[in-house]
């Protein structure tokens, strides 16, 4: 018969546990998971940059479960060491994201193309979700002169999210 918990597995593979590791394990592994599903679901790249801080929080909480399970300090330097590394993503990741921010106006991770080079192709969403609100209606100028070339794949991408 096969154990169904995590503490069973844990105790049929030779590894006694404790409620605490198990607890630990569980945590993490729902942190990360959570992180994960942020991840892939998102556009926004807050959004997704947050995810990330929480699967990194959810590896964290792993290894200092497994560090207090074996009973060595090994994994809490390791989490310090993630810790360090973390706060530095934050900091160039908000500078990146200002950036695209600044450059196409709006937080969605297609902003990125504008930022590809220019001899490489567009990568386009042909399967486009609707606009949640219509777009504000601004004046325009009456045109003059000779209109410029309009790329086909331009019309496809959203104005916003």
């Known amino acids: 018969m096969m154990p169904a918990t995590l503490l069973g597995m844990l105790a049929a593979a030779g590894m006694p546990a404790d409620g605490l590791t ?3 394990l569980l945590v ?3 942190l990360f998971a959570l992180g994960l599903v942020g991840i892939l679901t998102r556009r926004n790249l807050i959004v997704m940059f947050l995810c990330a801080e929480l699967m990194l929080q959810g590896v964290s909480v792993s290894l200092v479960a497994w560090s207090r399970h074996h009973g060595d300090w090994g994994g809490q330097m390791l989490v310090i060491f993630v810790l360090t590394v973390a706060a530095c993503e934050a900091a160039i990741a908000l ?3 200002l950036g695209a921010f600044a450059r196409t106006g709006r937080l969605d991770s297609q902003a990125w193309q504008s930022l590809r080079e220019d001899n490489l192709p567009r990568a386009v969403d042909h399967a486009l979700p609707p606009i949640d609100a219509a777009a504000a209606s601004w004046p325009k100028l009456t045109p003059a002169g000779v209109l410029p070339e309009t790329d086909e794949d331009e019309l496809l991408e959203r104005e916003h999210v």
């Open 22 to 24: 198990v607890n630990g």
């Open 28 to 30: 993490g592994a729902m």
């Open 95 to 97: 500078v990146l994201v």
